[in-house]
């Protein structure tokens, strides 16, 4: 499905995958976190240290419907989730992350089952927060969320973004107009960068449509 | 009329076409040569639908030659050799009558019947309802009855019942059929009652009507009440009765209504696999009553003082408890009945109690059976997986902690799983001691044996939930692996049968092996746990 798929993803910036449906752009993530099996090529990633293979310990996947246990309440989550990584965060106060998410003393300690879409999405950032992969991928991000939720996920994602790599995958053209720093399409199984001087123009949608049309498919209605 | 047969047909035919294809497709090697490019070739399904339609015919007869071959008239006259010709004849009528009269007049009815069929032509296609029921029952019945002709005439012959009445009796049988869906559609058209959907009526129907049948062989008793299909005057009532429904089923004015009632779009029946997937959840969704709170501050501090996974799991535990309780009240109910079964057995019947009691140590690779049966691991691993795992499984970090999550539950699955052994123990003890003449030896044996053997399915299910990770997002299994481990398992059950173990023996090598089981898991799943555990 991919092929050649190449490119030179830099931290500082937020990615924007665009692709048609069923070009592969899940399919990339899935590989990249290690879901599938590579059946040939390779993800490096360069840091501090030197250059080395992208691990799965590598990678965060956000999920854009978060999938959560349901009988734990967010509070005992992360607290068991800081316990299983308490060799990187010796003194974590829990507290303090619920906070830095404005998450109420009220809703730390109610059942994930009641949490709304918004708070899932909290928990699920606050866990990025703690491990802070280096590359933090996005499958469809803010589709389904409210207008407030949806602002707060964004204004999140823009500050994380110098400290990480983030990629996310959307077909929706004004998401990616409006978030991200480069566009990257996905098309016919090629990774290829939009000019970023394209993103502010006014032909930016005709002139993605332009790239992602395939003339072999028959003509759009 | 004819057109709507003509689509009707075209209809079953694709389906039956494209349903080969798929399965085609799915056969182990040759399934390769079949591509999705197959649905389109037209030519080539127009001969397989010649084929299709020709097994279907092929089936029609072979269908009801089997039903009145296995159900009607082996019972009969099989094991009733004594019998004189006429009784058994009269016993085949009696059991004829119960089953395809009473048991399928209530039962087995198509005017209502919720068919994926029929939701396709009606809804889908548009096709005038009346059109669509008339057609369909056209053609039901009077293949129904060809199909009965052959049948009928061979088991008649060999009943010596003459040419003439056998076809008549085929025919009594159809048109009786054509009344009763006659009769359900009035009743629902009278009361809204679709009869079919009422479970409970059905299954009572069809118990009491398969009670009834069978009975009087048990009883030795000839029924002559089935002679009354031969009689002529009792075959003009039927084909009376049956020529009038046929008229008004084709006449009835009101058939949207009926098929509205049977093909709603979200009924359950449309997507049988939907309807089991959901079945399935609601076993292993967590209970509200266990997690009938909204603030749970007060119920984390006694939890507190774990750390890490023992917290995970201790939580899981508390706030699942009655998914797992029930079936283990269940299992210890069934075990204490059969204590009491036993001591009662030792009571009243001392020689038969002290019989089975001498062969004590030739049952005992039973207890492989039993152990299988009542471990509860199985449970525990699915709500575990769906309450649980589902949604952390996606996490590296748990999928590279499997090990350290796979003993822990190993000692809580270990822990229910010894308390079902112990009540077994207790419930054999019981019987052993009333009935006297069980060596001590072979008792306690017995006790090892049942330790072993919780242990060792405790292990099994949770190594090859880790191992093989059997369930989808479905609930339903769709790993073969899983089924083949799981005969194996009873396969040894079998095996330890046969050779005729004695008590001794089998108890080293329940021990040894479940040693061996252990030691292994740990391994396998240190090693492999974290490729495998995640969500397929």
């Known amino acids: 499905m991919l092929q050649d798929a190449g490119f030179h993803f830099q931290k500082g910036k937020i990615y924007g995958l665009l692709g048609r449906n069923g070009a592969g752009k899940t399919t990339l993530f899935n590989c990249l976190s290690g879901e599938t099996q590579i059946d040939g090529g390779h993800a490096r990633l360069k840091d501090g240290e030197g250059e080395r293979k992208l691990a799965e310990a590598d990678i965060g996947y956000v999920y854009s419907l978060p999938i959560l246990p349901e009988f734990l309440t967010g509070y005992e989550f992360i607290k068991f989730f800081l316990d299983i990584n308490r060799d990187k965060h010796p003194d974590a106060n829990i507290d303090a992350y619920f906070d830095r998410m404005s998450m109420s003393g009220e809703d730390r300690h109610r059942l994930i089952k009641n949490y709304s879409h918004g708070m899932k999405n909290k928990i699920q950032m606050m866990l990025f927060l703690i491990s802070k992969p280096p590359v933090i991928l996005l499958d469809e991000p803010l589709t389904s969320f409210d207008v407030i939720v949806a602002h707060e996920m964004k204004n999140m994602l823009r500050e994380m973004k110098r400290d990480h790599i983030l990629i996310f995958s959307t077909h929706i053209l004004q998401l990616a107009a409006d978030l991200c720093d480069e566009i990257v399409v996905l098309n016919n199984g090629r990774l290829s960068a939009v000019p970023a001087d394209w993103l502010g123009s006014a032909e930016f949608e005709p002139s993605i449509i332009s790239l992602l049309k395939d003339t072999s498919h028959a003509e759009d209605i | ?536």
């Open chain 2, 1 to 536: 009329m004819l057109r709507t047969f003509s689509t009707l047909f075209s209809i079953r035919t694709s389906s039956a076409v494209n349903r080969l294809i798929y399965y085609a497709q799915r056969l182990p090697l040759a399934g390769r040569a079949v591509k999705d490019t197959q649905y389109a070739n037209l030519k080539g399904k127009k001969a397989i639908a010649v084929i299709a339609f020709l097994l279907q015919i092929v089936w029609g007869f072979v269908s009801k030659l089997a039903f009145l071959g296995l159900m009607v008239y082996l019972p009969a006259v099989v094991g009733n050799e004594t019998l004189s010709q006429e009784d058994q004849l009269s016993l085949f009528l009696h059991i004829f009558l119960l089953l395809s009269f009473l048991v399928a007049g209530v039962a087995s009815i198509t005017v209502l019947e919720t068919k994926r069929e029929k939701y396709i032509a009606v809804k889908l296609m548009r096709m005038k309802p009346a059109a669509y029921m008339q057609a369909s029952l056209g053609y039901r019945y009077f293949s129904y009855f060809i199909y009965y002709i052959p049948a009928m005439l061979l088991f008649a012959s060999l009943l010596d019942v003459p040419f003439i009445q056998g076809i008549a009796l085929a025919a009594s049988v159809t048109l009786w059929r054509v009344f009763c869906e006659y009769l359900h559609l009035k009743l629902f058209q009278k009361t809204g009652n679709v009869l079919i959907k009422n479970t409970a009526v059905v299954w009572l129907a069809i118990g009491l009507g398969y009670a009834a049948a069978y009975a009087p062989i048990f009883l030795n008793w000839i029924p002559s009440g089935g002679k009354l299909l031969l009689l002529w005057p009792v075959t003009m009532v039927i084909a009376a009765l049956g020529a009038i429904a046929a008229v008004r089923l084709a006449r009835y004015a009101d058939y949207r209504t009926a098929v509205d009632a049977a093909a709603r779009r979200d009924d359950p029946l449309l997507d049988l696999g939907k309807m089991f997937s959901e079945a399935n959840k609601m076993q292993v969704k967590s209970k509200d009553k266990d997690l009938d709170y909204t603030h749970s501050d007060g119920q984390t501090v006694p939890f507190n003082s774990r750390e890490g996974y023992a917290y995970l799991h201790a939580l899981f535990f508390a706030r699942h408890r009655s998914l797992l309780s029930r079936p283990l009240w269940n299992r210890m109910a069934i075990i204490g009945a059969i204590g009491l079964i036993g001591v009662a057995l030792s009571v009243t019947d001392p020689e038969r109690a002290s019989a089975l009691a001498a062969n004590w140590s030739k049952g005992m690779p039973w207890l492989i059976w039993i152990m299988n049966f009542l471990s509860i691991g199985e449970k525990a691993c699915k709500a575990l997986f769906y309450n649980c795992d589902l949604s952390l499984m996606r996490y590296s970090f748990y999928r590279n902690d499997a090990d350290r999550h796979f003993r822990q539950r190993l000692y809580r699955i270990c822990g229910l799983n010894l308390t079902l052994a112990g009540g077994m123990g207790a419930a054999l003890t019981g019987f052993a001691l009333t009935a006297g003449g069980v060596p001590t030896s072979e008792l306690l044996l017995t006790w090892v044996c049942l330790v072993a053997l919780s242990v060792f399915f405790s292990i099994h299910h949770l190594f090859l939930y880790y191992i093989l990770q059997p369930y989808s997002t479905e609930l339903n299994v769709k790993n073969p692996f899983f089924f083949l481990v799981n005969i194996a398992v009873s396969m040894a059950f079998v095996l330890a049968l046969l050779l005729k173990a004695d008590a001794a023996g089998l108890a080293i090598a329940i021990v040894t092996i479940t040693a061996v089981y252990f030691v292994t898991a740990i391994i396998l799943v240190k090693r492999w746990g974290p490729r495998t555990f995640r969500v397929k």
